[in-house]
C-alpha cells in the first residue's frame, strides 16, 4: 500500500502511537529504581580539615532500623556519603549497644560533621560484627543537600561497603543520552512521515 493509500485517520493514529512509545522509552531510560549494591573497595576520603578552614558543616543523619532486624546489635556500623563532586562525609563507628541505638524498629538520629557537600547523592553502611543488623532506610540532609532518603529493607552483607550511589555516572548519562537519541529518532521519523502525507 503506497503512502497515498493511507487515511487520514490511519496515519493520525500511526504518528500518536509512535510519539507514545519513543517518549516512554526515553521516560524508561530516566527513572530507573536502584536496589543497594555492594562496593569492591570504597576510598574513604581523609575529612580532617585544616585548623581554622570554615568548609566544615554539620549534616543530619536518621537511620531507620528494620523490624525483621535482631532485638539489639552489637555490630559496629560506620556510614560514609557524599556528593558527585568529590565531598564525603565519613562517620566510624555509629553503633553504641549501651545508648541502645540501631534497636529493631528503631529510629537513630545523628549529627555528623564533615566537608560542605552538594547534594548528596550516594551513600554506603558498612556493618562488622555477627548480629545480622538490618536497617530499614537512610535519611541525610545538610545546609546546601535537601533531604534524601535512601531505601535499604536487606540483610547487608558483613565486612564490605554496602549501599546506593544515585550520582550522575557514565552509566546513567548513557541511559540519558539513549533517551534523547530515540527521540531525535522519532522527530525525524514522524517528519518524514508527514511529508509523505502532505505529497
Not at 510519539?19 to 531510560?29: C, E, H, L, P, R
Not at 537512610?138 to 529493607?153: E, L
Given at each position: ?25 526515553a521516560q524508561?531510560?530516566?527513572?530507573i ?24 558543616c ?5 537511620i ?9 546489635t ?33 529510629k537513630d538520629?545523628?549529627t555528623?560533621?564533615?566537608?560542605c ?11 562488622s ?52 537519541n ?6 525525524t ?11
Amino acid at each position: 500500500m503506497s503512502p497515498a493509500m493511507i487515511s487520514r485517520p490511519a496515519m493520525l493514529f500511526l504518528l500518536i502511537i509512535t510519539v507514545a512509545s519513543i517518549t516512554s522509552g526515553a521516560q524508561a531510560s530516566r527513572s530507573i529504581v536502584f536496589l543497594p549494591q555492594p562496593i569492591s573497595s570504597l576510598d574513604i576520603i581523609n575529612t580532617t580539615l585544616p585548623q581554622g578552614q570554615n568548609a566544615r558543616c554539620s549534616f543530619t543523619v536518621s537511620i531507620r532500623t528494620s523490624c525483621s532486624s535482631p532485638t539489639y546489635t552489637r555490630d559496629q556500623i560506620s556510614l560514609a556519603f557524599g556528593d558527585a563532586y568529590g565531598n564525603q562525609v565519613y562517620a566510624p563507628r555509629l553503633d553504641d549497644p549501651a545508648s541502645r541505638a540501631f534497636e529493631r524498629c528503631s529510629k537513630d538520629t545523628y549529627t555528623v560533621y564533615g566537608p560542605c557537600t552538594y547534594q548528596i547523592c550516594y551513600v554506603y553502611l558498612y556493618r562488622s560484627g555477627y548480629d545480622g543488623w538490618v536497617p530499614s532506610d537512610v535519611t541525610i540532609y545538610g545546609y546546601n543537600s535537601k533531604a534524601v532518603t535512601f531505601t535499604y529493607n536487606v540483610n547487608i552483607p558483613r565486612d564490605i561497603w554496602y549501599g546506593h550511589n544515585y550520582c550522575r555516572s557514565r552509566a546513567v548519562k548513557s541511559a540519558g543520552n539513549l533517551g534523547w537519541n530515540l527521540l531525535s529518532i522519532g522527530s525525524t521519523l514522524l517528519y518524514t512521515m508527514a511529508g509523505l502525507f502532505r505529497g
